[in-house]
């Protein structure tokens, strides 16, 4: 009897914890990991305000410029583009009844691979002419075009510096609207482009990578834009080459390579040899650096499995 | 973790005491047990959680194939700890370039801060947690308690945007339009009107959303660092001893550092980092200046809509009309006349998401900003399950106003409705539209406002009904 009880009592016992353990801890989502010390560190670091300024470490200058050209290629077959779903205004979406085929990944006849992105992420004074060559500071209001027409952005990847006005064009019959989901100190916008009309964007500060435009009012109609500080950009045409001129040399530079259907490329071949861009990093450093005047060659070949499917 | 050891012991307790069989003991042992586990019940300390699903998109982007490391998150989480302070305890960051005080009041921020109570005073604690936390969020990421019950489901603050603003696309808002809200609520939503609170505590309040917010922005900044890798992101972790040895080895070839060496090293870096990370919340910061700086340019002022009908008659009068015909009503009338052809002109366009009846049913398949950043505009189910496992609520689809029901969530002043034709509506597929002059929106405002008062067909007209017949 008395053992019954003990044994009685000991269930209960247990069952009482495990009632009292399961019903504390309430939570949702992840809760942050913090170190105490470290935080108190830095608070402490933080607080110093101005006086824990840092000095302006003496960076290397450039010694001149050099232009950098070359393909990006593909090998492999090609994904088949995807027809895209137009179910408004085919009059004018339409003409003809043609289908309309996405443009994530564009490869020409002898494998040229349009609009791949590739754009300086170095830090860069962006007045000193030192870095920047006199002929981009000459255009660095310059006004950009970004028209639509057939229900399709004209260009797909635009990219720009993060001071010049983007004149957002409809060349349509219809109207159409530009949701710009900017990413970054980029700032969005959302214009309404009424037929034939124009409407007015400024980005005002750089993206990391490409976001999305899209058209509400055609859902299918999509296009990517680059927003950079520097002018250090170039996006491919459509037989895969393309050229940035005027590239500040004598310098370690780092350049982000990015296509809508890989997003950032990280294994290619360069000029033959096969070679890993960490996220897409690509790195002109110690005996890479350019030399001023030099015309550097990037002949890219990248695997077709690389692009989704 | 106190009640596991007394669990442990307990069950020590429970064999040596089977031999003596005294039940009494294991009747203390019980009690014991019971305070023990409910001492330890209580709430936890309130913790902001991370946001897990915009990390994932920023791990995404960026290839790691096993998502950030433990490490790498944690970074984060100390450097926005140390900047942004905890739910109980908020704290303001010094920085050199920006004037915090401008945009956040710390004495406000710890009204609304912490437990819900009073202090000895009688002055309120803890309002953000009894008024808009089991919504809301601890943390501002609109998923509380209660929110997975509603729909709309609650704004998330993090990524800085909101819907019914002054400002245009692209702005954060104005403190008074996030006070607008919080006093008005938003009609057709469950966010309720909370004027009954007094004005110090609104102001209390609006001041804490304003903090969730960026505090969550430079979160997002900060992982959109570490995916993007645009800058070098060591700022975010603390130098490790270890590979600063190894460097400094490196750099004497072979010859070991000395201890004091690898602290000075440390201590050299130390100034940079904190650049680093001032610069980031400082661009955050600068974001809810500049949205006040553009809004006290005299080009931010709105027409009212008095001038446009005195324009309107104006123009009428010029043109002829007879001067007792221009009634208020007959003014009315006409300007809604000429909303009615911009609503389905081209310029405005208004219809072709609003619908021919202006229902709310042109356009059915968008998703807002903040579910179309994760998930696409045409996601895949496995695409949404991750997205979900990561936090994010059930994706729904943003649906255009239905505009016969007189019901605007941005409030129902003309003024109101104004802005949201010309400025749109951030995060949503609602454009901007400049096109259109002031006198031309508010022709559509007014058109808009009769809708729900216009027959959306024209059945046959009810034939009188004739008495005599009937009688």
Redesign the interface.
Known sequence: MNCHLTHRLSLLLIATFAICAAGCPRSSGTAVLIDQGEVADLRKSLGEGAAGKAEAVAAAEPTGFATIKGSFKLDGTPPARKALTVNKDQDICMPGGREVLGEELIVDANGGIKDVVIYCITKMPPEDPKWIHPSYAAIKEAEVEFDQKNCVFLTHMLAFRSTQPIVLKNSDPKGHNANIAAKGKALGGNFLIPAGSTSRYVAGGESPEPFDVSCNIHPWMSAKMLVRDNPIFAVTKADGSFEIKHVPAGVPLEFKVWQESSKFMQSVKLNGKAAKWPKGKLSFKDKDILKPDEQRTLEVTVDAASFAK | MG??I??AA??QM?EN??VS?N?RL??A??VA??SA??S??G??DA????N?AFAHLSET???YEKGFT?QQ??DV???????YGTPDAP?L??L?NVDVSKVLDISKLKLAAGRVGSDSTGRPRGLYREHCAHCH?I?G?G?G?TASFLNPYPRDYRAGLFKFKST????RPLHDDLKKIVVEGIPGTAMPSFRLLSDQEIEALVEYVKYLAIRGETER?FY??LG????ETDFLS?ANPEVVAKELAEAKEGKAPTQKEIDDKIAET??????A??GYAE?VFTKWLDAVDLMTQPAAKITSRNDAMRALREELSAAGTEEKKLTDAFLLAESQQRGRKLFYG????CF??HGPTALGDG?L??YD?WT??LIT?KPTQELIDEYMSY?MPEPRNIRPRNLRLGVYRGGMRPLDLYRRVRN?I?G????????LKPEEIWHVVNYVQSLPYEQISNPYEAVPENRRERN
């Open positions: 009640s596991r007394t669990a307990s069950v429970d005491m089977r069989g039940w294991y009747l042992a019980l047990a019971v586990g409910l330890g019940c709430s936890p913790r902001f959680v991370e897990r982007a960026a290839k433990r998150r944690q989480d100390n450097v926005l700890a140390a900047l704290a960051p010094a050199a969020g943390t990421d998923n308690p245009p696309i692209g702005y900044q959109n660092a993007a890798d645009i800058t603390k130390n100034p940079q980092r904190i650049e990370i001032k661009g081209t310029v405005a366009n072709s998401c356009q398949g968008d900003r179309e950043e505009k936090g749109g951030e949503t597929p609602m454009p901007a539209n400049d096109k």
